[in-house]
C-alpha cells in the first residue's frame, strides 16, 4: 500500500515509496527531491499575492456534487498556490454535499472540478445549473477551471506541473472577496 498524505510532503513520499518497490530507491529520492524543491519554489512565488476564494467541487452527474473540504488531499494546494479556500469559510473538514445556500454564503470566486465531473454535467453550463453557482461570483463570471482528475486529486509525482496551472489560474481571477 502506498501512502497518499495530503500535504505538501504526500507527493514525495508516495515516489519514495513507489521507488523503493521496484528496486530504485536512490531514483526515487532523486525525483522526490526534485519534486519538493518546485513545489516550494512555486509556493514561496505565490506568496503575497490577493487571494482569490477557492471552491473545489467534486462532480458526477446529477448524484454527486460534493465540496472538497480541509481532509481532501487538494485542500493544501489551493493554499499553496496562494488561494483561500471555502472549506474554512463553511469550517468543511470532509467531502460534504453542495447546497445552494453554503454556496452563496461562501460566495467563491473561483471554482475547480475535476474534468470527468465537468463532462458528466455536460461542462460549463451544466455546472451552472447545480443549485447556486450561478448566482456565485465564480458562476456569474464563469471562473471555473477543471483539471484531469488524476492530476488534480491524485497528489503524486504532477503535483508540481498542477501548483504552477493553479497560480496562473489564480492570477487570471480577479479576487472581488474581501480575503485576507
Known amino acids: 500500500i502506498i501512502p497518499s498524505n495530503s500535504d505538501p510532503k504526500g507527493p514525495g513520499e508516495k515516489i519514495r515509496a513507489v521507488a523503493k518497490a521496484l528496486g530504485l530507491p536512490k531514483r526515487g529520492e532523486a525525483l522526490a527531491l526534485e519534486l519538493d524543491e518546485k513545489l516550494q519554489s ?29 481532509n481532501s488531499g487538494i485542500y493544501w494546494m489551493i493554499q499553496a498556490a496562494g488561494g483561500a479556500n471555502v472549506a474554512d469559510v463553511l469550517d468543511i473538514d470532509d467531502y460534504t454535499p453542495i447546497t445552494p445556500e453554503s454556496l452563496l454564503v461562501a460566495n467563491p470566486d473561483l471554482i475547480v472540478v475535476p474534468s470527468a465531473g465537468l463532462e458528466s454535467v455536460d461542462g460549463i453550463e451544466g455546472l451552472l445549473q447545480i443549485g447556486g453557482i450561478s448566482q456565485t461570483k465564480a458562476g456569474i463570471n464563469r471562473s471555473i477551471f477543471s483539471y484531469d482528475d488524476q492530476l488534480l486529486l491524485g497528489n503524486g509525482p504532477r503535483t508540481g506541473d498542477l501548483l504552477e496551472r493553479l497560480v496562473q489560474d489564480f492570477d487570471a481571477v480577479e479576487p472581488i472577496s474581501s480575503n485576507k
Request: glycine residues 14%.
Open 42 to 70: 512555486v509556493t514561496l512565488n505565490s506568496a503575497g499575492k490577493a487571494k482569490p476564494l477557492v471552491a473545489v467541487l467534486y462532480i458526477r452527474g446529477k448524484g454527486t456534487q460534493l465540496l472538497l473540504g480541509r
